[in-house]
């Protein structure tokens, strides 16, 4: 056997990208890249295949070489912006007389708005659970297929506790041959309005997402592949492709995840904002302590029980066209240059360009008429955008992907200049301002959500446009930034390189011990089910006091080695990698703790103690201002527990602040912020103990909350 190679194939709305990557060096090794076969009768499929073939030929890596292939999909996302979906038949379960009334209210989804004028339809009918039997069970499916129902979705009053009925339901309805989405398969939180919602949003998507899964994982077997095929997941993990048979509308809005865990590979980013820019939109997230922030999904307004990452798309990007009336700069975007069906001015060659003129123009029907272009004397018409703006300003860098014909783009803008009475460079400069404006408040709204203090925010920029807003951008903010290379195929690298993520929700008031190791093994075993090494997954744990539910997160990886990506750093490494994320010089940084696999960096910087914990991979685990760390013997943890909780306790205008605190032990980081009291957090913790030597040594983090 060669080299061991992992895949990641991500399916954008143009183009259909793949990598391969040697799994000991993290090495990119062939790269491919097909144009996305919408019009295709296998769909999207068409292009994983032939782009996943053409990786592997044209780079002579034998099938039996790959150990991991996975793949990100638009489609989920698609279908429901399209309203590409299947009729739903809802079969209710639940209990007779009154509470029985409002079970087959709860049940009874009505059709489902996607928000863009279509909807997804439904019909529904009840039966009691009291003396269900399969030929029940049997005349509810047939009545629902008799309303033209195309896919049965099961949704049983407290199903998450005892899912017997719906799994009647399941065996019932595959022995028909119909399609079948389970309420408790996708959630195992209370609540049967939102569980049913999210059900028929999954159902809906079945028949599409069925199609090209059956003829990807072919193709990928009759390439000789012998692993599974993986789907990557809206919430930045991968599943195994029969649990996405099952669960397919866990893959809304893979693409962007797909990005972001390439970013926090490749440029071992820890805290930041996140932007993905492509040509018409931009992606912009947020990555804390070195993990996506993760929310429920909203589908056409409506709350889902599906976690994604927590993204914000604006209609603002590289080829975003310019807007203009009565002599001022109006707006850049929502169109772009491929809508218009246009070329961007600074990628036409210079010698084109002659007496250039400014026109304006409505690019579809019903836009406004104010969107600017440029007819060149031929006749041709190009447009000017945000990538035109960034390369006269210099932003762009020859090495850039963005990277065009400053002269071209200058003599275009030129027509546009004269009409706002500016310069060249002035005119440039207002575009990329009414840009900012719109980045602007989305960066300030995720620093605040997720508390990143102003001189931790550090700007991410992947996508084949990143270079045309975010130098503009931080430079308006004064923020640092990165760009990382392979930034145009960073999504299929993050697709590469990602992990099983498996989450286990639960609504438990006043969690055990033993509560707390259950839902950490459901979890554990749901991430094994899907293709992660035992000895690989970390379990997180998070409960919201607010609502008593218990969240497990269970992170693996799909074999051993992928955990070691990338070379070790030394304590010098490691000093200036916190020192830049401190804004400080490295001689003012003192190293207070290292072991084997962590160091711990602290200074004083505003009155506050920073303190940054970075593994020996150079990754930044944690990192706050106002905090302190020890290490302690695993024997003494609750001693040193309740001095840091009663130490970092904040009083403010009569409010209790609990600090929030985190455990390195065995290799993890485990992350406690948000625990409302110290017998919470000590259950919670203590299951982390169990089996652990009294000797061995942990390191405790905590930080004052922001108030």
């Known amino acids: 056997m060669g080299k061991e190679i992992r895949v990641g194939i991500d399916v954008g709305g143009t183009h259909t990208k793949a990598v391969a990557i040697d799994n000991a060096t993290h090495e990119i090794v062939g790269q491919s ?35 991991f292939i996975a793949h990100s999909t638009t489609q989920a996302t698609n279908a429901l912006l399209e309203g590409d979906v299947a009729k739903i038949g809802i079969l209710g379960i639940g209990p007779g007389g009154l509470s029985g009334l409002m079970s087959k209210r709860q049940s009874n989804i009505s059709n489902i708005d996607l928000g863009t004028g279509r909807e997804i339809e439904t019909c529904h009918t009840y039966l009691k659970q009291k003396r269900l039997d399969k030929a029940l069970v049997g005349q509810g499916i047939s009545q629902l297929v008799n309303e033209g129902a195309q896919v049965i979705v099961a949704s049983q009053a407290f199903g998450v506790d005892s899912n017997r009925e719906e799994e009647m339901v399941r065996e019932e309805a595959e022995e028909k041959g119909m399609m079948v989405s389970v309420a408790s398969d996708i959630s195992k939180l209370y609540g049967l309005t939102s569980r049913t919602r999210t059900a028929a949003i999954n159902g809906s998507i079945l028949p599409k997402m069925m199609n090209t899964a059956n003829s990807t994982e072919n193709a990928v077997n009759q390439a000789g592949i012998k692993v599974p095929l993986m789907i990557m997941r809206g919430d930045g993990g991968v599943m195994d492709i029969s649990e996405m048979k099952k669960r397919p509308v866990l893959t809304m809005l893979s693409g962007p995840a797909a990005s972001v865990i390439g970013a926090l590979m490749y440029l071992r980013a820890s805290n930041g904002i996140y932007f993905e820019v492509g040509g018409t939109s931009t992606n912009i997230g947020v990555i804390k302590n070195g993990r996506p922030a993760v929310e429920y999904s909203v589908v056409g307004g409506h709350r889902t029980y599906v976690n994604s990452l927590d993204v914000t798309v604006l209609g603002v990007a590289g080829g975003s066209m310019v807007r203009a009336a009565e002599h001022k700069l109006v707006d850049v975007g929502p169109r772009s240059a491929h809508i218009g069906g246009m070329e961007y001015a600074v990628y036409t060659p210079l010698e084109e360009i002659e007496d250039p003129q400014l026109e304006f123009f409505s690019p579809k029907k019903g836009d406004v008429s104010d969107y600017v272009c440029i007819r060149l004397k031929s006749g041709k018409r190009v447009t000017i955008t945000n990538s035109c703006a960034a390369n006269i300003l210099g932003y762009v860098k020859e090495t850039d992907y963005s990277y065009g014909n400053v002269e071209s783009a200058k003599k275009c803008m030129k027509p546009l200049a004269d009409y706002l009475n500016v310069s060249v460079e002035e005119c440039a400069r207002q575009i990329l301002q009414k840009a900012f404006e719109k980045i602007e408040p989305v960066i300030t709204g995720f620093a605040e959500k997720y508390k990143i203090e102003h001189d931790q925010i550090s700007l991410v920029g992947v996508g084949g446009g990143a270079s045309s807003l975010l130098p503009f951008t931080a430079e308006k903010m004064d923020l640092n930034y990165s760009i990382p290379q392979y930034a145009e195929v960073i999504s299929s690298i993050g697709v590469a390189l990602a992990m099983v993520r498996d989450v286990v929700e639960r609504v438990v008031p006043n969690p055990t011990s033993e509560d707390i190791s259950d839902i950490k093994k459901e979890a554990k075993t749901l991430a094994i089910k899907n293709g992660a090494t035992p000895e690989s997954i970390e379990v997180q744990i998070e409960v919201d006091p607010q609502t008593s539910k218990v969240t497990a997160i269970a992170l693996g990886s799909t074999e051993v080695q992928t955990t070691d990506l990338l070379k070790e750093c030394d304590e010098t490494e490691a000093r200036e990698l916190a020192a830049a994320s401190m804004n400080l010089p490295e001689d003012a940084l003192e190293c207070t703790v290292e072991n084997e696999i962590f160091y ?27 905090a302190q760390a020890v290490k302690v013997k695993a024997a003494d943890w609750e001693t040193a527990v309740d001095a840091m909780w009663k130490d970092m306790l904040v009083y403010k205008a009569e409010m209790e602040r609990t600090p929030d605190l985190y455990l390195c032990i065995e290799g993890k980081v485990l992350d406690y912020a948000n625990t409302v009291s110290l017998e919470q957090l000590k259950i919670i913790m203590g299951t982390e103990f169990v089996g652990v030597s009294p000797d061995e040594e942990v390191i405790l983090l905590g930080a004052r909350s922001e108030v």
């Open 33 to 67: 890249v097909v144009m996305t076969s919408h019009d295709h009768p296998l769909g999207v499929a068409a292009g994983v295949i032939e782009c996943f073939e053409n990786c592997l030929t044209k780079n002579n890596i034998a099938p039996e070489d790959v150990v």
């Open 600 to 626: 711990v960096f602290e200074a004083d910087k505003n009155e506050k103690h920073q303190v940054r914990l970075l593994d020996k991979k150079g990754f930044i685990r944690v990192q706050r201002g106002d």
